[in-house]
């Protein structure tokens, strides 16, 4: 998992950096940086969502994937890890959880963090990842800079869902054609679509509640894509 963990140290050095332009600007360049984090979002959010090639399969998979979400309180078990993670480093930042999840969704929905996780785990350079690492570090900066320090512990769920794409490779790659995974990139780039909106404050979409929309996206595109 060679370039996960550089995946990780990149976006730790990136956020260590955005700690340092956090505590330094002003709230009005602190406001103007988080409104870019917002439209580059909503920007990588509508250019993945367009790689579908059947809409009837993104559509039921955010539906069913929201329902089940919500059914299973996602997001509220979410933020309860997010303010546990919290009171441990006692921060004060009242945009710790938006920064965490933001983050995660941001580094994990591309198609990039599949590619990249297959290549590594069978057999070959972590090439795409390392690239990706070093999008991530800087993408990082800008995002703790606008969002604080709840961006830094992203690299918890980063490391889990990444790596753990790594180690099943093997028996994923058979079952995962290309088709799949953009329909997959699709829906996750709805989700940054909604996550956008929520940090520009147009709306406030429960995007974390759509996770399982991931998991359902892969098993309709097995039968009808």
């Known amino acids: 998992m060679t370039g996960t963990l550089i ?9 260590f950096l955005g700690l340092v332009f956090h505590a330094k600007i002003s709230k009005k360049y602190t406001t103007i940086v988080f409104q870019g984090i917002g439209l580059f979002t909503l920007f990588v959010g509508v250019a993945m969502a367009l790689k579908t090639n ?10 069913v994937g929201g329902i089940l979400g919500t059914w299973l309180k996602l997001e509220h078990q979410i933020n309860v890890f997010s303010e546990f993670i919290k009171r441990k480093v006692k921060s004060d930042n009242s945009k710790f959880s938006e920064g965490l999840i933001s983050a995660f969704l941001l580094y994990c929905m591309g198609s990039m963090t599949i590619l990249g996780a297959f290549e590594e785990g069978l057999g070959s350079q972590p090439n795409l990842l390392l690239a990706k690492s070093l999008m991530d570090g800087i993408s990082s ?9 709840g961006v830094i512990f992203s690299v918890i769920p980063l490391f889990l869902y990444q790596g753990g794409l790594t180690l099943f490779a093997n028996l994923l790659s058979d079952k995962l054609s290309e088709g799949m995974i953009n329909e997959l990139s699709a829906v996750g780039g709805l989700m940054l679509i909604g996550m956008g909106l929520n940090i520009l404050g147009i709306t406030k979409i429960k995007v974390t509640n759509m996770i399982p929309a991931l998991v359902v996206v892969i098993i309709l595109s097995y039968f009808f894509a």
């Open 7 to 15: 995946n990780v140290a990149a976006v730790i050095i990136g956020s």
């Open 54 to 63: 059947n809409y009837l399969i993104m559509i039921f998979s955010i539906v």
């Open 141 to 149: 900066i800008a995002l703790t800079a606008g969002l604080g320090i």
